[in-house]
């Protein structure tokens, strides 16, 4: 019984640390996921090895909406990150799959009511 409540323990904190603090997620269908920290950082991330990149589009507060900025390619499973915290906040965002498409845009203002 120790044993089992040991694995329970070490599988709840590994998700606890994998989780990013104050962060919008999105997460595509075809095997990508995308999140902002702290409204300026990007992470693209690509959970598959079937030769579909994955990357985030987005815009900011004070950027063109319909010229949206692109971020790097995330490696297969793994994580791509960009950003600074000298730059324009993050308005929008949304995660796209090489050949499968894009989800919708995820608007970080205003921002969603708690529940």
């Not at 993050?90 to 009511?113: H, N």
Request: aromatic share 14%; glycine share 12%; with cysteine.
């Amino acid at each position: 019984m120790k044993f089992l409540k040991s694995i329970f323990a070490v599988g709840l904190l590994s998700a606890v640390l994998a989780a990013p603090a104050q962060a919008y997620t999105l997460t595509h269908g075809g095997g990508g996921y995308g999140y902002v920290t702290n409204q300026h950082w990007l992470n693209v991330c690509d959970t598959q090895v079937d030769g579909h990149r994955v990357r985030l589009w987005y815009t900011t507060f004070f950027s063109d909406k319909a010229h949206p900025s692109i971020t790097g390619w995330a490696p297969s499973r793994g994580c791509h990150r960009e950003g600074s915290i000298w730059g324009d906040r993050v308005f929008q965002f949304r995660v796209c799959i090489e050949a499968e498409g894009c989800t919708g845009w995820s608007k970080m203002w205003p921002r969603p009511a708690r529940r």
